[in-house]
Nanobody, 115 residues
């Protein structure tokens, strides 16, 4: 099992930026896919972005061109750089890691974007 700890959330004005971090308890060299998901109140948890061990990335249409996912396999950390934030980006952001066929989740970090 992989323990994931997110950080970097907070309150920001529309148009601002935040950088989320997700630290893994194991070497991320062993994790095939890592990603970020988000869940707004009363809504389902949706994909934001994923990155494979080969650094192939995938983004939700709503964040393309604004968010960038990256991973540092030396620091065992995945990042989500969020620019040009909008009020509709407000949600709890969860880190996700798929290792050996098992899905692991972090506890989430709140991102609030004020208009």
């Amino acid at each position: 099992q992989v323990q994931l700890v997110e950080s970097g959330g907070g309150l920001v004005q529309a148009g601002g930026s935040l950088r989320l971090s997700c630290a893994a308890s194991v070497s991320t060299f062993s994790i095939a896919v890592m990603g970020w998901y988000r869940q707004a109140p009363g809504k389902q948890r949706d994909l934001v972005a994923t990155i494979t061990i080969g650094s192939s990335t995938n983004y939700a249409d709503s964040v393309k061109g604004r968010f960038t996912i990256s991973r540092d396999d030396v620091k065992n950390t995945v990042y989500l750089q969020m620019n040009s934030l909008k009020p509709e980006d407000t949600a709890v952001y969860y880190c996700n890691a798929i290792k050996s066929g098992r899905v692991n989740w972090g506890q989430g970090t709140q991102v609030t974007v004020s208009s």
